[in-house]
């Protein structure tokens, strides 16, 4: 299992636990009265959990094209003079501000 897979799995199995019911837990909040803020936490904290970016990813840096995003890797290949060819019409239809009259 790569890091990026173990922490994907650590970050599943705590989502697990918190959104897994505690009858203890939420008996003691109904007794002292703080059930619905004891609830309205773990949300947030469900949602601040799901929102954690995993450290183990890679940023990938892209090209933007007519045709839409591209991996710099994939475009410095061998298909990349293929896809930049093919990519665009025309600088006048593709890039009408960088066009010049002609």
Avoid at 17 to 36: I, V, Y
Avoid at 68 to 87: C, P, R, V, Y
Wanted: glycine share 6%; aromatic share 6%.
């Amino acid at each position: 299992m790569t890091e990026q897979e173990k922490w994907d799995c650590g970050r599943t199995l705590l989502l697990e636990s918190l959104l897994k019911p505690d009858t203890k837990l939420r008996g003691c909040a109904f007794n002292q009265g703080c059930k619905d803020e004891l609830l309205f936490i773990r949300d947030q904290v469900v949602e601040i959990v799901r929102a954690l970016p995993n450290p183990h990813t890679r940023e990938v840096s892209t090209t933007m094209t007519p045709k839409g995003e591209i991996s710099n890797t994939l475009l410095s290949g061998a298909l990349g003079d293929w896809f930049m060819a093919n990519s665009y019409k025309s600088v006048a239809e593709d890039n009408p501000e960088n066009a010049q009259d002609v």
